[in-house]
């Protein structure tokens, strides 16, 4: 019988540690507490494990690689960011190892963890928020952490992205301007960057003297997911003549309800969604967005990246900015 091969995590496990920890030692033991040091060392000997010399993983620092967290694999955004990471890291002969946390710190704490253990050389995060574990990890592994998709202020980070709470305001003053006295906003998972839209929301109808509403569902964003938070608006806001969505396919999904009940747009309901997708660009009416600048700050988070691995001059921080675009739905 085939004996099962002992892991790292198993080897973390048993000496109360986390599997970076023993990959750091593996790799570089001077760099681990001697008491730390001393434990992983017993386990390793009490169950006579050996590294995998095929395992490329651990035991080669031949392929630089830099390690990306995303929300989730089914939202167009992050693979238009991803696109930007690569079109960087395979002309400068890096490598990208691409984890999911699908919109979870705990995971989120997990991933950068195992990402790490993986020896890659910086890491790009798209939170701007996480554990305290988390952050224990990340300034422990001494490497280069980029954060993107908003503009934060941790120090000692790259950070390239926008301001969503501005672009949640402009979106949402486009919608009074054009008229619209009950506007309501449909958010998705209620992260960072969906409430800072949503608190710029608020600040647009409040100084307007207007009510605000929400539709906050706590689910990833899709076409069915709006059309079903269109239904519960309707019963909830009867009065609503504008909808602020945080993502264009809530927004499609809301424009599809609205053409099947025949309720004229934007005559009736004003609809606006956010990041410019290409289901939006192709509907009819096409859709008003706010245009984010995706690939573009995979691109430039890596190519800093890239310079603080190689300890070169950069800079650190970049607002990208966003534009507004009215469509035919505004």
Known sequence: MKMQRITLHDIATLAGVTKMTVSRYLRTPEKVKPDTAERIASVIAEVGYQPDPDNHAIASNALPRIGVLIPSFNNQIFSDLLAGVESVTTAQGYQTLVVNYDYDSQREEEQIATVLAFNVKAILLTESVHTVRAEKYLKAAGIPVAEVMGLTTTEGRVNVGFNNFQAGFDMASMLIGSGKKRIIYFGSMSDIRDEQRYAGY???VEDAGLP???IAPKKVSSVSTGAGMMTMARQMYPDM?????????LAVGVLQECLAAGIAVPQEMAIAGFHGLEIGQVTTPKLASVIT???EMGKTATE????KINNLPTIERVDLHYRLSMGSTI
Not at 304 to 307: A, E, P, Q, R, T
Request: with cysteine; hydrophobic share 30%; proline share 5%.
């Open 202 to 204: 608020c600040k647009a």
């Open 212 to 214: 605000t509403g929400r």
């Open 241 to 249: 003549d504008g909808i602020l969505c945080t993502n264009d396919d």
């Open 293 to 295: 600048p995706r690939f």
């Open 304 to 307: 800093i990246l890239i310079k």
